[in-house]
């Protein structure tokens, strides 16, 4: 310790995980991820899917946190037993699964809305 300094290797900030970018230059979307709170806000909403127009249910107004959605999408699907996809805005879910989708997510503490 020459002159009692330290380096820090976060002079360009902290680096992302994901792209190896600065947080600031991050080009995977994972350094802006929203820290998720302990009671996330889930929003629920039915729609019709593309020409098929089967039914899908939508999880949304989720924390801007793609591992996080990603995680989720997954649990629904498995506790619904049903296709899903994790969107940019939330998760979908194949079929009419409202009620199901709102017990689950209570069940993990998120406040459900709609
Ligand atoms: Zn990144």
């Known amino acids: 310790m020459k002159d009692g ?5 976060s002079a360009a900030g902290r680096i992302c995980r994901g ?3 600065p947080e ?3 080009r995977c979307g994972r350094a802006a991820a929203e820290p998720v709170p302990v009671r996330p806000v889930a929003k629920l909403r039915m729609e019709k899917a ?9 999880v949304f107004g989720l924390p801007n946190n793609a ?3 990603k995680d989720l999408a997954a649990d629904l699907k498995k506790a619904c037993g049903t296709g899903g996809t994790a969107t940019d805005d939330g998760v979908e879910l194949q079929g009419d699964l ?8 209570r069940a993990k503490g998120f406040q459900v809305k709609g």
């Open 5 to 9: 300094k330290l380096v820090y290797s």
């Open 98 to 105: 409202r009620e199901r989708v709102r017990e689950i997510l």
């Open 67 to 69: 591992a996080f959605v």
């Open 50 to 58: 593309g020409r098929s127009g089967k039914t899908v249910t939508v």
């Open 19 to 21: 792209c190896g970018q």
């Open 24 to 26: 600031r230059g991050c």
